[in-house]
C-alpha cells in the first residue's frame, strides 16, 4: 500500500503537472456548472401548458389554412367524437363545415389567447370570414360560431370539443 507522505514526493518533482492537474481538478465542476447555468439561462424552456397552447395554435393554423385550401376534411378530422357544441353533435358540425368553406374562402383568427386547464383549453380570438359575397368578424367564442374555441386533450392529441351544451 503506498502511504501518502509518498504522493506528494511525487507531485513535488513536477510543480507544473501538479499545478495545472489541481486546477483542472478544482475548476472543472465550478465550469461545469457555470456551463449548465449559461445554457437554462439561454433556452427556453417548455412547460406543459405553453406545448399546450403551441399545439392548439397549430391545429388553429390548420384550421385557416383548410378554409383556404377548400379542405373540409381537416376541419372533420380535428373533431373529437363526443362533439357537442350549442345542441350539435359531429355529425351537425360536419354538414356546417362543408357549408361554411362553401360560403367562404379565407379565414384569419387574430389576437388569440389559449387558456388551458388540465386537458380542456379554450381559445379566442377575432375571427374573420371572408366570401365572395360577404365578410364577417366575430370575437369567439360567440353564441353564433364558437365551435372551434374549444379543446380536449385525449390519447395525447388536441381535439375541437365545442362548448358541451345542448
Same mark, same amino acid.
Given at each position: ?7 506528494? +514526493? ?22 461545469l ?10 433556452? +427556453? ?7 399546450a397552447?403551441?399545439?392548439? $395554435?397549430?391545429?388553429? $393554423? ?5 378554409v383556404?385550401? @377548400? ?14 357544441? $350549442? ?16 360560403? &367562404? ?14 386537458? @380542456?383549453?379554450?381559445?379566442? &380570438? ?18 353564433? &360560431? ?16 365545442? $362548448?358541451?351544451? @345542448?
Open positions: 500500500m503506498i502511504g501518502l507522505s509518498k504522493l506528494p +514526493e511525487k507531485m513535488a518533482d513536477e510543480p507544473s503537472i501538479k499545478k495545472k492537474g489541481y486546477r483542472i481538478q478544482k475548476s472543472t465542476p465550478l465550469f456548472l457555470c456551463l449548465l447555468i449559461l445554457l437554462f439561462s439561454c433556452s +427556453e424552456v417548455t412547460g406543459p401548458e405553453e406545448a397552447r403551441i399545439q392548439i $395554435n397549430n391545429l388553429l $393554423n390548420e384550421i385557416e389554412d383548410a383556404l385550401l @377548400y379542405e373540409p376534411e381537416t376541419v372533420i378530422d380535428m373533431l373529437h367524437y363526443d362533439f357537442l357544441h $350549442n345542441g350539435r353533435d359531429k355529425y351537425d358540425q360536419t354538414l356546417i363545415w362543408y357549408q361554411r368553406i362553401l360560403t &367562404f374562402n379565407t379565414m384569419y383568427l387574430q389576437n388569440r389567447e389559449i387558456q388551458v386547464d388540465d386537458h @380542456y383549453a379554450e381559445a379566442s &380570438f377575432e375571427m374573420t370570414l371572408i366570401g365572395v359575397d360577404t365578410t364577417l368578424v366575430t370575437q369567439e367564442p360567440s353564441q353564433e &360560431f364558437g365551435d372551434i374555441s374549444f379543446f380536449v386533450r385525449e390519447g395525447g392529441k388536441w381535439q375541437l370539443y365545442g $362548448n358541451q351544451r @345542448y
